[in-house]
């Protein structure tokens, strides 16, 4: 089958992921972390990639839209921040902490509802600052355009249990935080691949192996 220098022949549909919309590259690692959009399921698939051969290492399903997702420095660990406006009241979503390795993820938020993650970052390998959603827009006309930004440290990362994040963990100052728009969330995704895919077309395969042994 013939490929193209630009993407594959089927466009992206062989990642398994349906339409990708988020797109986070570990170059040091040679890991990509692709999130897409799936119509025949109700979840939201997150995949990870070795990003020189599009081999992939591990697939997820969200209960939330994905919105943000950052790799540990130095651990096999991808922070994934997902969530939704209910329509009605609340900003409901997960931190969600997938081991690249083996595949097991954890739900982090302790409360049922959750909180509506916009934007993680690593600020070093102990902390990671996590943009969300208010809680809910009660009597709050700039909850849509606002947020809260925490930094959440912790000792060891591969050793947090699930639903061990509270309330007083999230706290933190209010910020803007304007929503991104997904159609161009999604042209950044393909550009993004797009660029991956013609360095693959570049180099001569090779074993991709993997990262951690």
Do not use: C
């Not at 950052?70 to 609340?90: C, E, N, Q, S, V």
């Not at 409901?92 to 954890?106: D, F, I, R, S």
């Not at 827009?137 to 050793?159: L, M, N, P, S």
């Not at 161009?184 to 991709?208: D, F, H, K, Y």
């Amino acid at each position: 089958m013939a490929t193209s220098n630009e993407h594959p022949p089927d466009g992206w549909a062989f990642l398994g992921i349906g339409d990708p919309l988020l797109v986070v590259h570990d170059e040091r690692r040679d890991l990509l972390a692709v999130a897409g959009t799936d119509a025949h399921s109700r979840t939201t698939p997150v995949a990870v990639y070795n990003s020189r051969f599009f081999v992939r290492r591990t697939l997820i399903g969200s209960r939330f839209p994905v919105h943000a997702m950052a790799f540990h420095p130095r651990r096999p660990l991808l922070a994934i921040g997902t969530g939704k406006y209910d329509g009605g009241y609340f900003f409901e979503g997960e931190l969600l902490l997938m081991n690249v390795k083996t595949g097991a993820v954890a739900s982090l938020i302790e409360h049922e509802i959750g909180r509506q993650v916009l934007g993680l970052e690593w600020l070093d390998e102990q902390y990671l600052g996590v943009l969300m959603a208010p809680s809910d827009d009660w009597q709050d006309e700039a909850a849509h355009e606002y947020g809260h930004v925490a930094v959440v440290g912790r000792t060891d990362w591969t050793a947090v249990p699930a639903q061990s994040l509270d309330g007083g963990d999230l706290a933190g100052p209010r910020i803007p935080a304007p929503r991104p728009d997904l159609r161009e969330a999604a042209q950044r995704a393909a550009a993004e691949l797009r660029s991956l895919w013609q360095a693959r077309r570049a180099v001569p395969s090779q074993n991709p192996g993997r990262p951690w042994g």
